[in-house]
């Protein structure tokens, strides 16, 4: 093939893509992803909690992308996998209406494209199965990949493929972040989540009537925001006033 009719997506860009799988079943499927990666000049590969991954056998898939999966980053929990990424994008045919509002992959794409550049996590199920309910409250967006109803369900390393050739093609200047700017983690994100818990508890939001899900639906809706990390940083700081006076008065009341 003329290496002259390759496109791949902008370096800086591309760094900071990191495609996140969990749970893959199969060593070969795994350097099946690596090479499309390599394919479209990404580098950032994650895995989490791989089942019986063996490098050598996903190197016979691999292809010429054996420093992608020499690079490759392991963990055991899905946290310490996310932690650091100031967007997480979900790759699944479910949806509901208590989670993140689903978006064709086409549709992702543009909008990623109009926004400023983040830490970003494409985020991709087990196989057999998919992302679960609980994974798809880690994301920010859910991505739809169009497929036939008969069969909706892509190969892993197809899907991965799909994804990145979308963000490959999409020819546009990188909106880059303006210097001094920074952006939420997924950690803040997951410190929000456990002071909407508490706080939810304390004034019985969840109970008498109230549905049963608004939890899931808070957090999503703050992961959907376009905050920046002063802005997050305010919110947490809200939040824990919050927390912390709803505690002291029910203390208050009790004694």
């Not at 087990?126 to 369900?153: A, Y």
């Amino acid at each position: 093939m003329n290496q002259s009719n390759i496109h791949t997506f902008d370096t800086d860009a591309a760094a900071q893509i990191h495609v996140c799988l969990l749970s893959p079943a199969e060593s070969l499927n795994v350097g099946s992803v690596a090479r499309v990666m390599s394919n479209f000049g990404f580098q950032n590969l994650l895995l989490c909690q791989p089942r019986d991954y063996d490098e050598d056998s996903a190197k016979r898939t691999a292809c010429w992308a054996k420093d992608v999966l020499e690079g490759a980053q392991v963990y055991s929990d899905v946290g310490e996998m996310l932690s650091s990424m100031e967007d997480v994008v979900g790759f699944t045919s479910t949806s509901g209406k208590n989670w993140t509002g689903q978006m064709l992959l086409a549709d992702w794409v543009t909008l990623f494209s109009s926004q400023p550049l983040r830490k970003t996590a494409l985020l991709f199920g087990p196989e057999d199965h998919g992302l679960t309910k609980e994974d798809l409250q880690h994301c920010s967006h859910l991505v739809r990949i169009p497929s036939s109803e008969k069969n909706p369900s892509f190969n892993l390393s197809h899907a991965v493929a799909l994804a990145l050739y979308e963000l490959s093609r999409n020819d546009r200047s990188i909106i880059s972040m303006s210097e001094g700017e920074d952006f939420p983690t997924w950690n803040d994100f997951e410190q929000v989540d456990r002071l909407l818990e508490e706080i939810l508890e304390e004034v019985r939001f969840s109970r008498g009537g109230e549905p049963g899900q608004a939890p899931a639906i808070l957090k999503s809706l703050f992961r959907r925001t376009s905050l920046n990390k002063r802005e997050a940083g305010l919110l947490l700081s809200f939040l824990g006033r919050v927390n912390t006076e709803l505690r002291y008065r029910a203390q208050r009341s009790k004694s």
